[in-house]
Every structure is written in C-alpha cells, then in structure tokens.
C-alpha cells in the first residue's frame, strides 16, 4: 500500500512549531512517505528538496479565510507559483478562534450550535470562493469535546455541496487524535457524506514537529477506506491529480 502524501505540515516560519523543513522532510522519508507539502512559506524547501531527491515537496499555504478578505487571498496567491492552498477557518467571529486554548471560557457564553452554524457557514463560503484547493480540519469547533445535541447534518450537506460545486477537497486531518476530540477531522459522518457528494480527499498530520509527519495515517486511511474512498488528490502548482492508495 502506499501512503497518501501528507499535505498539512507547520515549520518554524509559523512561529509555533519546532524542527527544520529537512527534519520534516527526513522523518517523511522515514515512514515511507513519497510526497509532502508544507503548509507555510517555507524558502527552506531547496535544501529538504536536494539532500532526500526522492521525495517529492510541495509548496502550500494554510490559509484563514475570513469573509471579506478575498482579496487578500488573491494577493497571496499571485506571490508564488504554489502547488495548493489550504482554506481553513478558525475564527467566527474577529476576536475568537474556536482553536484556541487560551479563549477557552468563550465557550461558556455560547450555544454549542450556534457555533457550529456559524463556523460551516463560513466554511461554505470558503468552500464556494474557489480559492482554494483543499478545506482543512472541517470539523475543528469539535476540538476540545464541545458537541452540538442537535442534529448537524443540514450544516455538512450545505458545505460539502458547496465543495462539490467548486471542486475543492477536504482533508481527514490525524491532529484531532492529539486533541481532546481524540477524533479524525473530520467525523465519519462528515467523511461518509462527503463520499456520497463525490468531494476528493486528502491527508494531512498538521504537524507542528518532524515526529508528527505522517502520524496517524494507517488509522485515516482506514477510515477513509470505510466510507468508500479508494483515491487521493495530489496537487501540482493547483492541478488536481487522483491517486491510489
Ligand atoms: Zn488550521
Ligand atoms: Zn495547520
């Protein structure tokens, strides 16, 4: 079997991660992974590229989408031939990313459904702008086990419509295993019904340090593979290509 290419990884650029781009690069080669990209502005990529020449390294970004930053996004774009761009959402609101830790006790004041309403129909939007080729973590309010008692499936079915109509991917991200969720992102439910929408997949560790690279993947791909998925994109300077695994 082989491994699907891990497309979400952090290096120091991103200011919270440790290790070098070549540390990332030797760990992929390693587990016996083929293809890697970094998810930041990595200029380091030549050295990891000549000293392991038979892995292949993609160039990428992860990046916020806030409604209204649009253009911003296109800017970035312009600034590199890069191979994909990862539309993420964290923040619902100007001040509050639902990921972090330190804003933790803004959960208390809200609705757990109320949040997830407004985290998918931001990710809806990302999802329909066409600007990006891949949406990360699609589940992440889950993060730290805050859950919805009501029934989420209208919020999936309208992101993964959008995700369908634009073309875009999701990504089963294994960082969810290292959270209290201790869940893939996204759920199998949202996996299931992205399959039968017909949304391509990809696979990310967003590690944050060279042991994270790859972590998880026999476990995503298992749950990949129960929902019916047999392929995985890979991206070329923003071409889609489908690949086995
Ligand atoms: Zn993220
Ligand atoms: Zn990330």
Redesign the pocket.
Known sequence: MQLPADYHMHTPLCRHATGEPVDYAKRAVEIGLTEIGFSDHSPMRQDAQKEFPQLTIRLAL?VDYLPGHEDWIRELAALHPWDYF?G?V?YVSDSWAI?DPQKLSEWKTRDSFEVWQIYFERLAMAAESGLFEII??AD?PKKFGHRPTRDCTPLYEKFLAAAKKSGCAIELNTAGLRKDCKEIYPSREILQLAFQKGVPITFGS?AHKPEEVGMNFAEAVSLAREAGYTESCRFAKRKRQSVKF
Do not use: R, T
Request: aromatic share 0%.
């Open positions: 992860e990862i993420s964290h990921d990360g973590h992440l967003d």
